[in-house]
């Protein structure tokens, strides 16, 4: 497969068209929230039907594509042969139902387990990043370059809430090493500003459609991720998730796993 | 005095001038960086500049007015009698320097040590809130009402991540009630997504610049804030702050104070 610049124009297109719909929600609509596997664990009726939308695009483009996404029970794939979409139609659910910002669409491309492209939607405001390793990476339209490669307490980490608390891989002494940490809620949100340069790193604990479209496109613009232990990450089960610069990441996987 | 739309009008024009300063010089500049009482404390040339941009439109319009502000050494002000601004001219200069964005321009009015008029300018965002309890809230120039009274289990709380990593004041059992912690390193980001219903709570270590420009504000709208023991806040040294609506604020003093 050649990612054509057609090719590229036209899966962002089904992402803007998609997220044209979510911001007509939040204006016009009553949003139906239930809760997954606890109480913080959103789901609405625009993630479902977000998902829904990119399938059908997904599925007239391609008809022997396989589809793994974050909802109506597609969170599995045994085998990633083939070209396999990756979406996650909102990412970000609890920052749309309470800030109604916050939020990306995220979608990616691989081909027999190896990623292709890569698009990361923060919708409310409109930073988009998209490409791939053949493609080049882009930001709005802006190509987007290997950002300067900092050290851990030359930047700022972004960091998961709950391992925070519970100081699980010692991500407390990244943090005090970092300038500062964030916590944003939105996988996306962190892996945009990765690759723009604004963090150093980025732990949390993810699912595939969580790291794999915003991973495609770090990876593909030379920083680094796997999973906290420095292996590949599986496309498969939540995993703990690092992602850094080359330096902040050889420095949180030396501590994570002292 | 009478906050006349003409005056909130003028005072918002010197924030929309400082910010054009702020967004030229990420654009042209090289900025001097200098660090204050620790490695992370720092302060730019533009922090120190817009002070006294807008210093000194404070003093053309009133010569007899007082000023506080973060930088420049006018950081206490013994007597608060009379027309006094507090000025924080950069507030989230960590976010200035490594995200470019997520910083604010605030400015508050007091009177006789009474909160009359407050400014918090989200620069990259381009969303303002200001007003005051005599002339209402507004942001972008729409009125903003009271948020729906939200529990600390309903809502999203923003916390300090040093208070956080040390759990001063149990923060951890407060952010694992909340639907979510979010840490973004601005004091006026999170007391404008508190005014506009995105958190229920903010609790975090704060200097006076830090918290008068937006607690103005959400006093006005029927928010409540006060320093963590719930005694008010005094406007002179740093002080651990709270601010939520009414019953997520009971809910982190009850907490805090266990």
Known sequence: MTETKQMVEEMKGWIYAAAERIKMSLKNEQLEIETKSNRTDLVTDMDKDTQNFLSKKILAFDPTAKIMGEENGKDHLADLSGRVFIIDPIDGTMNFVLEAENFCIMMALYEDGIGKLGFVYDVMKDEFLYGGPAYGVYCN??????????????????????????????????GEIAMGVRMSGCAGYELINLAMGRRVAYISRLAPWDYAPGGVLIEALGLKMSNITGAKLQLADREVFLAGTVAAYEACLQLANS
């Open 141 to 174: 339209g802006e190509p987007v370059s290997l950002p300067e490669n900092k050290s851990l307490d030359q930047g700022l980490v972004g960091l998961n809430h709950v391992m925070y608390r519970k100081d699980d891989y010692h991500v407390q002494a990244i």
